[in-house]
């Protein structure tokens, strides 16, 4: 938690210094007026404060994994970068526990290490087609995979107020 007054947004909430990243966590569950559930999920590459993502392959991560993971899950809605280039929001139709989005993130980037190429990469799909980079994606998503054990170990008192 942090020390401040509690703010609107949930990740300005989260005591950044106290997040050891990588990991996997619900950001925000919401019910609906109708009693639709959506699942927000706070997906962390990088520690924040200490190190981020190249503008380029946070770009062609947030392609890559928009199009994969729907190949594992219909309820993707969204799968967003954050402005601080540290990770990506994944917003999911329905209640979803960590456990059991963990293994559709898994799947997307395995199988965003076999793509040969970005997709929509290009000026009719994409509004920058060119600032892309497959290479640095893979690499990425190999970091991150690589230390999938630590994924569901936020940090001490790192949630959010």
């Known amino acids: 938690m942090t020390e401040s007054p509690r703010m609107n947004v949930e990740s300005f909430n989260l005591d950044h210094r106290a997040v050891r990243a990588p990991y996997l966590r619900i950001a925000d569950r919401k019910t609906l007026p109708h009693g639709d559930v959506l699942t927000k999920f706070d997906v962390r590459f990088a520690q ?5 993502l190249d503008s380029e392959v946070v770009h062609s991560l947030e392609h890559l994994m928009a199009e994969h ?7 993707v809605i969204d799968v967003s ?3 601080c280039r540290t990770g990506f929001y994944a917003l ?3 209640e979803h526990e960590v456990a059991d989005f963990a293994p ?12 040969e190429e970005v997709p929509a990469a290009n000026e ?12 640095g994606a893979k690499d ?3 970091a991150f995979l690589a230390r999938r054990e630590e994924w569901e170990d936020v940090g001490d008192d790192a949630e959010s107020a």
């Open 124 to 135: 009719v799909q994409c509004g920058w087609g060119a600032h892309h980079t497959l290479t």
């Open 69 to 75: 993971m729907r190949n594992h899950t219909d309820d």
């Open 104 to 115: 559709v993130l898994e799947a997307t980037l395995h199988d965003l290490l076999q793509a």
């Open 48 to 52: 924040p404060n200490v190190a981020h």
């Open 140 to 142: 990425a998503a190999q």
């Open 92 to 94: 999911l139709a329905g």
């Open 81 to 83: 970068p954050m402005g």
